[in-house]
């Protein structure tokens, strides 16, 4: 297949994906010009995710740890929790979601979760040896060797 059947297929995909949309009973997306572009936090250290609150309050997380929790009325930036957690590569805080039940009436749904990755006995990485990653779990060896990565 040439590179311009590939390119012709593609677009008449990109064009055809709205109308098979709505045909399916799925609506298309809103405009661009129906979204406005806000800054929560002038600095976030390391972004990761967010959650609108009902009441269109915002907690937004960090890697490092952080929850902030914006008020779009003040347009304050409070720290609502600060976790310990294992920031090794690429863990750290990931991500924040709100329970389904979030916001509607009953207290007991008013949950927040998080997903990060606690400080267990992971070897911390030593950056006197930059060709040794001390953090990871080896590749091969014996039980004995993959003990120190485990919790």
């Known amino acids: 297949m040439s590179a311009r059947t590939v390119m012709a297929a593609l677009t008449a995909a990109t064009l055809l994906m709205p109308a098979?949309?709505?045909q399916a009973g799925v609506a298309a997306p809103p405009p661009d010009s129906q979204f406005q572009k806000v800054t929560l936090?002038?600095?976030p250290g390391e972004p990761m995710d967010l959650a609108v609150l009902?009441?269109?309050?915002?907690?937004?997380?960090?890697?490092?740890?952080?929850?902030?929790?914006?008020?779009?009325?003040?347009?304050?930036?409070?720290?609502?929790?600060?976790?310990?957690?294992?920031?090794?590569?690429?863990?750290?805080?990931?991500?924040?979601?709100?329970s389904p039940g979030f916001g509607k009436g009953s207290k007991k749904d008013d949950w927040v979760y998080l997903y990060y990755s606690p400080p267990l006995n992971t070897p911390v990485d030593d950056p006197a040896t930059p060709d040794v990653n001390e953090g990871d779990a080896p590749f091969t060896g014996t039980p004995a060797d993959f003990a120190p990565s485990r919790a």
């Open 41 to 43: 936090n002038d600095n």
């Open 54 to 98: 009902p009441d269109s309050r915002v907690l937004h997380t960090t890697r490092k740890g952080e929850v902030w929790l914006h008020d779009p009325k003040t347009g304050l930036n409070t720290l609502a929790a600060d976790l310990d957690v294992y920031e090794h590569d690429e863990e750290g805080l990931q991500s924040v979601a709100l």
């Open 20 to 22: 098979a949309a709505a």
